[in-house]
């Protein structure tokens, strides 16, 4: 009886000692500092969010991803994100004639709205053209232009910026607040919006990733969750059409290496010069989902992409030539970097048939996506 009484105590004192450890587990670890000023003088702070093996980087300026830092199969870890050293290289290309868009929170609409016009509720808005024909992101002063006011929450920081009614052609007061978030690995970005006026929103963040962390992606083998995608036109905006990807290039619904079709005899390719294209995730539901996992053989990097986005952009860096000088003074040359952005269909205030982009007075706007990381 008595040693049963002491295998008794010595099981409770384990639990509670297991209790102990998981409620006394470590928060990551959440600092600031000066990031520099913007050329108006405006002071711009850099957060930083620390978890163990993971580090991501976040400015206000823009809400840009400056740097996420993730070990390889042998534990050495490296920046997988495209960018610059300091706040001045991100200022000069966002107001720059070629604008990459490196790491930043994109709005009101991420990707192309066509012509720059759109209807709603029979009046027809115009938007400042900055791609061509057609408006991209948000326009030349989107929310990539912006310093956001932002504070330390548990585990990561959060971000909030006014868009005021008519900014960049738009209508309603638009309040967007962002939430970055890391834990274990887990980048997670949480956006959420309100507005006093029908509008239309599409937010995303536009990283460029390199699992290798230098050279080119592709060797990088991605899956994309995804039996149909939208094909475009000359000006690169949605024809309407939900095509299928079967027998294509466009077909990832199996790791595939990225450079074995990108130079395929395509009409779709060639007007993307490459990969530029959203894909209609194959959905179960309007929850949290994988929509794609990206993996480098060479250091063993794996990233999974969950969302609860209707589609995503698979941009292969098509037009980065070398004349963006970024981080320790790499250029960027021609597929330096992909692009793997959540979102709402381009140009879907202008289709009907795609899932609405509209927001109504009132209504909350709420999404989620996950940038998960690992190794193998």
């Not at 949480?190 to 060797?219: M, P, R, W």
Request: proline share 5%.
């Amino acid at each position: 009886m008595a040693i049963e009484r002491i295998l008794r105590h010595l099981a409770v004192g384990s639990l509670c000692f297991a209790l102990f450890s998981v409620g006394m587990e470590a928060k990551t670890k959440v600092t600031s500092q000066p990031f520099g000023k913007t050329p108006d003088g405006t002071s711009v702070e850099l957060f930083t969010l620390s978890d163990g093996a993971y580090e991501a980087r976040i400015a206000t300026y823009g809400g840009v991803l400056v740097s996420f830092k993730a070990p390889d199969r042998n534990g050495k870890a490296a920046d997988v994100i495209l960018g610059f050293d300091d706040l001045d290289g991100f200022v000069a290309n966002f107001n720059g004639k070629s604008v990459a868009y490196f790491g930043a929170l994109i709005g009101r609409y991420a990707n192309r709205i066509g012509h720059g016009t759109f209807i709603l509720d029979g009046k027809k808005y115009s938007l400042p053209l900055n791609n061509g024909e057609n408006s991209l992101h948000g326009g030349p002063h989107g929310f990539n232009n912006v310093v956001w006011n932002a504070k330390a929450i548990d585990n990561g920081v959060e971000f909030t910026y006014l868009s005021k009614d008519g900014e960049a052609g738009y209508p309603g007061n638009l309040t967007a607040t962002v939430r970055y978030t890391l834990v274990k690995g887990d980048l997670r970005i949480e956006y959420s919006a309100t507005t006093d006026k029908n509008t239309v929103v599409n937010l995303t963040n536009h990283a460029y990733f390199n699992l290798a962390g230098q050279g080119d992606i592709l060797d990088h083998q991605l899956t994309l969750h995804a039996s149909r995608f939208t094909p475009v036109d000359a000006g690169l905006i949605p024809t309407g059409e939900l095509k299928s990807v079967d027998g294509t290039p466009f077909d990832f619904r199996k790791p595939t290496a990225i450079g074995v079709r990108i130079n395929a005899d395509d009409q779709q390719l060639h007007l993307g010069h490459g990969y530029d294209h959203n894909w209609v995730l194959d959905r179960k539901g309007t929850e949290l989902e994988e929509a794609a996992e990206l993996y480098d053989p060479g250091s063993g990097r794996v990233l999974k992409v969950l969302t609860d986005q209707p589609g995503i952009q698979f941009y292969s860096g098509n037009f980065l030539d070398g004349s963006i000088i970024g981080k320790r003074g790499m250029p960027y040359k021609l597929h330096a970097g992909l692009c793997l952005e959540t979102q709402h269909f381009p140009d879907s205030p202008n289709h009907p048939d795609f899932p609405s982009a509209e927001l109504k007075a009132g209504q909350r706007y709420h999404i989620i996506t996950v940038f998960s990381f690992s190794a193998r």
